[in-house]
Structures are given as structure tokens and as C-alpha cells.
């Protein structure tokens, strides 16, 4: 079964960076977002903290940490489970 934040982790990364070409469905959990697979680059990374910071009320401090907290959807869905508010979070 799907994991419901990762999915709407797929659907705001689809959303925020315009992707036409790519749906939610076709991004993997692991796959790397940044560099490969997405092809997503630092301003892409930014706009993307930004919006998550605003959906899920946590604040991602630092470049190291974003690096890390954007590694993957999978990698992204643990960083904001361990933040945010558990009410903001996908039933």
C-alpha cells in the first residue's frame, strides 16, 4: 500500500517545480531527486524547501540538511515525520 505522505510528497514536488513531463506515479520513493533522475537543480531544491517548510510547518535549517532531507521522496517523508506536527500530516 502506498504510503500517503510520500505520495503527496510525489504530487508537491510535481506541482511546485511545473514537471509536464513527469507524473507522481513515475517517481520512485528511493530514486535521487537532485542531479539525476528529476534532474532537479539547487533553485528547484530551494522552491521545493520553501513550499514543504510552508505545508508542514518545519523548518529545514541548513543546506547540509537539505541536501539530506532531499536525497529521495522516501528520505524527504522520514525527515518531515520527524517534524512536523502530526496533525498536518496525510491521514
Keep these: 500500500m502506498a504510503d500517503p505522505l510520500s505520495e503527496r510528497l510525489k504530487l508537491l ?6 514537471l509536464e513531463d513527469i507524473t507522481p506515479a513515475q517517481i520512485g520513493d528511493d530514486n535521487p531527486l537532485i542531479g539525476s533522475g528529476l ?3 539547487s533553485i528547484d ?9 510552508k505545508e508542514y510547518g518545519i523548518k ?8 539530506q532531507a532531499l536525497a529521495s521522496v522516501a528520505s524527504l517523508a522520514a525527515y518531515i515525520r520527524e517534524r512536523a506536527d ?3 500530516l496525510p491521514a
Design 45 to 53: 531544491a530551494l522552491e521545493l524547501v520553501v513550499k514543504i517548510e
Design 86 to 88: 502530526p496533525a498536518k
Design 39 to 41: 534532474s532537479l537543480d
Design 13 to 18: 514536488i510535481v506541482e511546485t517545480l511545473h
Design 60 to 67: 529545514i535549517a541548513s543546506a547540509e540538511e537539505s541536501k
